[in-house]
């Protein structure tokens, strides 16, 4: 079925039945509290992911969303809900003060609750880091994409006031989600209302401003932005949901033209929360919300890009990225890999995604501190809204990028 939508449509709609199956298999288990206390003593990254989407549908479910399919025997045979923070390691309070001679870029995954039901959060995120630019050193703001829920002129309003708030204090860098195009959000063509709201016009006079998509001169959905900090010369390229095989042709002429430039690489739908890129080839729809699964691709006679198309096509090819990062993807959230390209360079790919915590996502953003060795990251996730940075080993950990192979 093409109306595969993703994000909290999900657990209302189409997908409740797979949920309702796993709270069932879940609370059928026995030993599920004695199972939960052994994975919270795990590191994180030795946990199985799948079983973190079932934790996380179980705590929807308990709470509410989708509630209609819970039966009340079910609800009561549950055992304890993990809730949205079972896996957390919340430490109130300030950040610790950033390394000497590092700068930060940060990170908004999946926007589109705070534009549809909670614009507060939205405005925190960016009120907090203007407010903090100087003492962290922050240099720029990506937006890996469902800037919006339903590509609705309301939310639009609610993003581009929200966004705007760094104008003048910080450079953003935004890439489009599934949620952003066409009526309602449903992703079945390539409109959006994006450019009515973020205006090339005002966009292309931006200093850090590189060039958009070689055929789509007035649209900004795939455009790439110059970036230089730390003495390092960098390129964030940003592509549309599920980029089209000319926008990788295109993608990749310009890491190529760029070869004095690290490049960072930011697309709604990249890597999975399995740790592995979405590769419809290998793994066909038991990745959900892959593009290829879209109603856009089947309008496009499949003309759409996963995160597999995407590395062998872009950013094993080019030789000069050093990291790749993504939302959209549910689960919890959170997904990484590495991997080597053909000269051995060892890619860090990201995803990254908060929307399914309470509140739309609670605020939660992620910190990139670069640090001066030239190759070494610190990230952070930290809610403005909640005065809480996230320690556990999934939210707070060092990141080694690739070695820059510029020339
Ligand atoms: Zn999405």
Redesign the pocket.
Known sequence: MLSRH??WIDFRGCCLARCTHDIVRVAAQPSLRSLLAYKSNLAMSELNRRTMLEQSAAWMLAAGVGSAALSTSEASAQEPKPGPYADAKLVPGDLPPVAKDSFTIAVLP?TQNYSEKFPANFHAQTEWLVKHKADRNIVAVLHL??VTNRNTVAEWEVAKSAMEKLDGHLPYFMAL???DYSEGGGCKDRTTRYNDYFKLEKISQTPNFGGVYDKEPERLENIYHTLDAGGRKFLVIALE?GPRKDVVRWAAEVAAKHADREVILIT??YMYYDETRYDWKKFGAKQT?NPHSYPVAKATADDVSDGEELWSGLVAKSENFICTLN??VLGDGLGRTITATPAGREVPQMLVNFQMKPNGGDGWLRLLEFQSDGKTVEVRDYSPTRGEQNESPQNRFTLTLAAPKVS
Do not use: K, S
């Open positions: 993703c994000h999946d994409g469902d989600g599934n949620h949901f709604h739908a919300w939302g959209h």
